[in-house]
């Protein structure tokens, strides 16, 4: 990392997740673990204005967290196989979310390749939003944490490498509706982000 972490505060996460998805990016995940990346990809989930989101419909059980306060962390299982996380954002009650799809290797890569076996290459330990939760060790127990004040032993920190001035924004990874809205950013040239 390049400077003093400082984690970010609950305001960051106050906001539109159309914001805060583009200022996630060169961000850094970071496990109490030691394990760490940095965000290189990120998608945004909106609510009630979002078919794809998962809190479309209301709350429900499965994602409760979305509509706690900003900067819990939303865990969800998806093709009964993979979890992927989500830090909240807006007002509680709200309902949306960013989707960290891919990180790019920072620390603790022994206990990434530890928790990811078959992976070949450490380009693609995070490259991914399944493999990201995979390497870092997330999964449901980390559901409701909150990256704030990192009691759940994890938190995003700020280590003072700004986004890019210029992210690339495209069309979301792996929905079937509100497919048009580009609402996914990702740093441009990195090896690290899932798809192109």
């Known amino acids: 990392m390049s400077g ?3 984690a970010l505060g609950r305001a960051f996460y106050r906001r539109d997740p159309r914001e805060v ?13 030691g394990r760490s990346g940095r965000i290189v990809e990120t998608e945004a989930y909106c609510g009630p204005l ?15 967290t979305m509509f706690g306060v900003p900067g819990l962390l939303y865990v969800y299982f998806t093709y009964g ?13 709200e309902g949306v979310a960013v989707l960290l799809r891919a990180l790019a290797p920072l620390t603790g890569l022994a206990a990434m390749r530890a928790a990811r076996p078959a992976c070949r290459s450490d380009r693609d330990l995070c490259r991914g939003p399944a493999r990201l939760c995979q390497a870092m060790g997330i999964d449901r127990t980390q559901d409701g944490i909150d990256l704030v004040d990192g009691s759940g032993g994890f938190s995003i920190v700020d280590d ?29 040239g990195d090896a690290h982000v899932s798809r192109r």
């Open 4 to 6: 003093r972490p400082v």
């Open 50 to 64: 979002d078919p794809a989101a998962h809190s479309w419909r209301g709350r429900t059980a499965r994602n409760a």
């Open 160 to 188: 003072g490498v700004p986004p890019p001035a210029v992210p690339v924004a495209t069309t979301r990874v792996g929905i079937t509706r509100a497919i048009e809205q580009p609402w996914r950013w990702y740093v441009p």
């Open 21 to 33: 998805a583009p200022d996630l990016l060169n961000k850094v995940l970071l496990s109490a673990d």
């Open 81 to 93: 196989m993979h979890w992927c996380c989500n830090p909240v954002c807006g007002e509680e009650g």
